[in-house]
């Protein structure tokens, strides 16, 4: 052994000192990595975001969670090891060092002549560890370069393309999301964490994570909005109301109804939804109405329209209805909104008109007594049912025009929408013995010829699609003749919205 | 602030990924694995 020993010292050292690099890295990641590890906080990385990105005029910051290992924790971690590395590889030379350089153990001949070959044993063994440990420090240098590098390159590619798969999803089933109570409409919403409520802004794939978030409180939830609106709660942007459940993944149509003062708005949405859950009912979709209060309003307006009694005129502020058709993933939310007659003519209101113009599709309700030639057809019966009808005092083209200039300043492209015009109270004027039309050709003639030429050919020059409809906006059979709900139905159902009892034929083909 | 369970699963996964670099790597230079044709003691001689 011995002889082993003075014949292979150096290779015994070498070999020694390679096995002990080893330990030497061994002991140093598990003081760096675990033992005394340090941690790259949200409230770092937040800090860093948000000096880099200053919260916009919206005064929203970027969110607060822990971002991807790769991207900051890596660099922490990798620079510690080196450190402690470095420290405990510095401590192994202390006493070699004060003894064979400094001469602090007696004097630095003695070591070297009388013992020369142990303490060339020690230089090979200190050195051979330096080897192997910093060997094994540069392969984990190298390991967290290629974790760093395909982070930076295959995941980002993952990442931006379910981005673009999230941006395609929400193009392609309208699934913004509108808050009912500042009408404010974004692409999608904030989520709220599970655990702490704390709001998550942009939940998309990202530096934050790439299928799943850790909020700063250390739930997790899925990134995308078709995910994380099943798991946390959505909440407006702006006012900060929480949303219904599913808001920014499941389709979202909003439809305006519009029109004069007394041209029967109310009595439309009213009767156009009756209709709508009617046939739901017989088809068995479940119709839900997230806002129980709202529920309340609507069973109270269903009642008025079965008992054909009148609805009461709209209040100032107008009415905002959200139902969800279906449940869960499946669920469509349709938003109707009806403001008072008088909001449209007045400059100081439109901050409550907002909800025109993140509309996909507008309803105008036009009253036909409104219309002089109408009224002048009814002869001598005219003002007993002119007053029986609550006419509408002003031309219908004021209204018109008043909505159309609201979209126009606010740089709505109308050019893009559909409309659908619905001439209300058929039924009066079918009991004063005037005959319109049910086709939507036959009822722009109808119209043109009533003297609204000017206003069918500004609608039609300015809508990418416009249908006329002829309603009674009574308790009215589904498709059957003057039925209020079909032209909510033709507008849901070209947004994709799968309508109770499939798709209609809507009898009125465009003009 | 108690450390996160995905940055615990990724320092495991790359010391382990080192770890078998390294190993492979002692492993070689005694002949025995991939890479001993790179590092073992039939490696091709490189020097003058």
Same mark, same amino acid.
């Given at each position: 052994?011995?002889?082993?020993?003075?014949?292979?010292?150096?290779?015994?050292?070498?070999?020694?000192?390679?096995?002990?690099?080893?330990?030497?890295?061994?002991?140093?990641?598990?003081?760096?990595?675990?033992?005394?590890?340090?941690?790259?906080?949200?409230?770092?990385?937040?800090?860093?975001?948000?000096?880099?990105?200053?919260?916009?005029?919206?005064?929203?910051?970027?969110?607060?969670?822990?971002?991807?290992?790769?991207?900051?924790?890596?660099?922490?971690?990798?620079?510690?090891?080196?450190?402690?590395?470095?420290?405990?590889?510095?401590?192994?030379?202390?006493?070699?060092?004060?003894?064979?350089?400094?001469?602090?153990?007696?004097?630095?001949?003695?070591?070297?002549?009388?013992?020369?070959?142990?303490?060339?044993?020690?230089?090979?063994?200190?050195?051979?560890?330096?080897?192997?440990?910093?060997?094994?420090?540069?392969?984990?240098?190298?390991?967290?370069?290629?974790?760093?590098?395909?982070?930076?390159?295959?995941?980002?590619?993952?990442?931006?393309?379910?981005?673009?798969?999230?941006?395609?999803?929400?193009?392609?089933?309208?699934?913004?999301?509108?808050?009912?109570?500042?009408?404010?409409?974004?692409?999608?919403?904030?989520?709220?964490?599970?655990?702490?409520?704390?709001?998550?802004?942009?939940?998309?794939?990202?530096?934050?994570?790439?299928?799943?978030?850790?909020?700063?409180?250390?739930?997790?939830?899925?990134?995308?909005?078709?995910?994380?609106?099943?798991?946390?709660?959505?909440?407006?942007?702006?006012?900060?109301?929480?949303?219904?459940?599913?808001?920014?993944?499941?389709?979202?149509?909003?439809?305006?109804?519009?029109?004069?003062?007394?041209?029967?708005?109310?009595?439309?949405?009213?009767?156009?939804?009756?209709?709508?859950?009617?046939?739901?009912?017989?088809?068995?979709?479940?119709?839900?109405?997230? @806002?129980?209060?709202?529920?309340?309003?609507?069973?109270?307006?269903?009642?008025?329209?079965?008992?054909?009694?009148?609805?009461?005129?709209?209040?100032?502020?107008?009415?905002?209805?959200?139902?969800?058709?279906?449940?869960?993933?499946?669920?469509?939310?349709?938003?109707?909104?009806?403001?008072?007659?008088?909001?449209?003519?007045?400059?100081?209101?439109?901050?409550?008109?907002?909800?025109? @113009?993140?509309?996909?599709?507008?309803?105008?309700?036009?009253?036909?007594?409104?219309?002089?030639?109408?009224?002048?057809?009814?002869?001598?019966?005219?003002?007993?049912?002119?007053?029986?009808?609550?006419?509408?005092?002003?031309?219908?083209?004021?209204?018109?025009?008043?909505?159309?200039?609201?979209?126009?300043?606010?740089?709505?492209?109308?050019?893009?929408?559909?409309?659908?015009?619905?001439?209300?109270?058929?039924?009066?004027?079918?009991?004063?013995?005037? @005959?319109?039309?049910?086709?939507?050709?036959?009822?722009?003639?109808?119209?043109?010829?009533?003297?609204?030429?000017?206003?069918?050919?500004?609608?039609?020059?300015?809508?990418?699609?416009?249908?006329?409809?002829?309603?009674?906006?009574?308790?009215?059979?589904?498709?059957?003749?003057?039925?209020?709900?079909?032209?909510?139905?033709?507008?849901?159902?070209?947004?994709?919205?799968?309508?109770?009892?499939?798709?209609?034929?809507?009898?009125?083909?465009?003009? | 602030?108690?450390?996160?369970?995905?940055?615990?699963?990724?320092?495991?996964?790359?010391?382990?990924?080192?770890?078998?670099?390294?190993?492979?790597?002692?492993?070689?230079?005694?002949?025995?694995?991939?890479?001993?044709?790179?590092?073992?003691?039939?490696?091709?001689?490189?020097?003058?």
């Amino acid at each position: 052994m011995i002889n082993f020993l003075l014949e292979n010292g150096y290779l015994v050292a070498a070999q020694a000192g390679l096995l002990f690099g080893l330990v030497l890295i061994g002991l140093t990641l598990h003081k760096s990595l675990w033992r005394s590890a340090q941690l790259y906080t949200p409230e770092q990385f937040h800090a860093e975001q948000l000096k880099a990105h200053p919260p916009g005029p919206d005064g929203i910051g970027p969110d607060l969670a822990w971002p991807l290992y790769t991207l900051r924790q890596a660099d922490v971690d990798r620079t510690l090891v080196r450190k402690n590395l470095r420290l405990l590889y510095g401590r192994m030379w202390k006493w070699p060092a004060d003894t064979f350089y400094k001469g602090r153990h007696g004097p630095r001949w003695a070591w070297w002549i009388f013992l020369g070959p142990f303490v060339i044993a020690v230089h090979v063994f200190l050195l051979a560890a330096g080897l192997s440990a910093w060997f094994s420090y540069w392969v984990y240098w190298a390991v967290l370069a290629t974790a760093k590098w395909t982070d930076r390159t295959v995941w980002q590619l993952v990442r931006q393309r379910m981005r673009a798969a999230e941006a395609r999803r929400r193009r392609v089933n309208y699934t913004q999301a509108a808050c009912m109570e500042c009408m404010h409409v974004t692409e999608w919403p904030a989520y709220l964490c599970p655990s702490c409520r704390s709001p998550h802004h942009d939940v998309n794939p990202g530096k934050l994570g790439t299928f799943t978030r850790k909020c700063a409180c250390g739930a997790t939830f899925p990134t995308r909005a078709s995910k994380a609106a099943w798991q946390a709660t959505a909440q407006c942007k702006r006012c900060k109301k929480e949303m219904p459940e599913g808001t920014g993944a499941v389709r979202d149509i909003r439809i305006p109804v519009f029109g004069d003062v007394n041209a029967g708005k109310t009595r439309f949405l009213y009767a156009s939804l009756n209709s709508l859950m009617a046939e739901a009912e017989r088809a068995a979709v479940p119709l839900t109405f997230p @806002d129980p209060a709202m529920e309340e309003d609507v069973r109270r307006a269903r009642e008025l329209i079965r008992a054909r009694r009148s609805t009461s005129k709209t209040s100032p502020g107008g009415v905002a209805i959200t139902l969800r058709l279906r449940e869960r993933h499946q669920s469509d939310l349709i938003h109707m909104f009806d403001a008072a007659g008088e909001d449209y003519s007045e400059a100081q209101k439109y901050a409550e008109l907002r909800f025109l @113009d993140d509309s996909q599709g507008l309803v105008y309700v036009l009253d036909p007594f409104s219309v002089p030639a109408v009224r002048e057809q009814l002869g001598s019966q005219q003002g007993e049912v002119v007053a029986a009808a609550q006419a509408a005092a002003n031309d219908p083209d004021l209204a018109y025009g008043e909505v159309i200039s609201r979209l126009r300043d606010g740089g709505v492209p109308v050019s893009a929408q559909r409309l659908a015009v619905v001439v209300s109270k058929a039924d009066l004027l079918r009991a004063a013995g005037l @005959d319109v039309p049910e086709e939507s050709a036959a009822i722009q003639d109808w119209l043109v010829k009533a003297g609204l030429q000017n206003l069918v050919m500004a609608i039609g020059r300015e809508f990418a699609e416009v249908r006329y409809f002829a309603v009674a906006s009574q308790e009215v059979t589904a498709s059957r003749q003057d039925d209020p709900g079909v032209p909510l139905r033709w507008l849901l159902a070209t947004h994709g919205v799968r309508l109770p009892g499939g798709i209609p034929q809507f009898a009125h083909p465009g003009p | 602030m108690r450390t996160p369970q995905f940055i615990l699963t990724y320092r495991l996964v790359t010391v382990v990924i080192a770890v078998i670099i390294i190993l492979l790597f002692a492993l070689g230079t005694a002949g025995i694995g991939p890479l001993a044709g790179l590092v073992g003691p039939s490696a091709p001689k490189i020097g003058i």
